[in-house]
């Protein structure tokens, strides 16, 4: 076994080239391996570089540009979507009670209370592509979720064990606990709509139309 040193995300890591008889290791180029290692970290340390593009740096979510992208390529392609959009009840009283860092930790919160169910149902169905949900955080307190091609009674059930979680869900800040509620707007794509420009505002547009009649 031969171990090359390279670093990732300011890790020191090591690519391993195995090798099963003895001559076959002397024969072995080791300034090859360097060079492949080398290859290897540009590689890698571009997949993440290339990842914190198109993610909220506070939730670890999909950001908003991300999801601009994905719900063009989702509406063009697919037969049918479910857009679900979600807004934080009384954000600012929030931010003003308990200051910007308490706001920030509830929008943690829901990211990992996003990511949890996102990967409940990804593994129940594991026939299914992963990215067939996509959260994102699309503006300050607002969040969308995107679920392609599948049952559309589904998404009423992931709305509402996402509503009934954040709801049962306390936020622990420094001395404090936090507790929050989300409302909801909900939509659904048909993929014999005409996939242009005008089609998936209104696709969006309905569900952020049903988020508003939810918050009053």
């Not at 593994?123 to 299914?128: A, C, E, F, M």
Request: net charge neutral.
């Amino acid at each position: 076994v031969v171990l090359v040193p390279f670093e990732f995300k300011n890790v020191n890591a090591f690519s391993v080239f195995a090798f099963s008889k003895q001559e076959h290791l002397e024969k072995f180029k080791h300034q090859s391996a360097i060079s492949l290692s080398e290859q290897l970290s540009v590689i890698l340390n571009n997949l993440v570089l290339r990842e914190m593009i198109v993610t909220d740096s506070l939730t670890q979510l999909k950001n908003s540009m991300y999801f601009r992208n994905k719900i063009k390529e989702v509406c063009q392609t697919s037969k049918n979507a479910q857009l679900i959009l979600v807004d934080v009840d009384y954000f600012k009283k929030i931010n003003d009670h308990y200051g910007h860092l308490g706001g920030d930790a509830v929008l943690i919160q829901i990211g990992t209370i996003l990511k949890t169910i996102q990967n409940k149902y990804n593994n129940l169905n594991p026939n299914i592509r992963s990215s067939f949900i996509t959260c994102a955080r699309v503006g300050g307190e607002e969040f969308a979720i995107l679920i392609e091609d599948y049952f559309f009674v589904f998404f009423f059930y992931f709305a509402e064990e996402l509503r009934k979680t954040a709801e049962q869900t306390i936020v622990k800040y420094q001395s404090d606990e936090i507790r929050f509620t989300i409302s909801l707007g909900l939509s659904a794509w048909n993929g014999s709509n005409e996939a242009d420009e005008v089609s998936i505002k209104n696709f969006y547009r309905s569900a952020d139309d049903s988020l508003y009649y939810s918050k009053k």
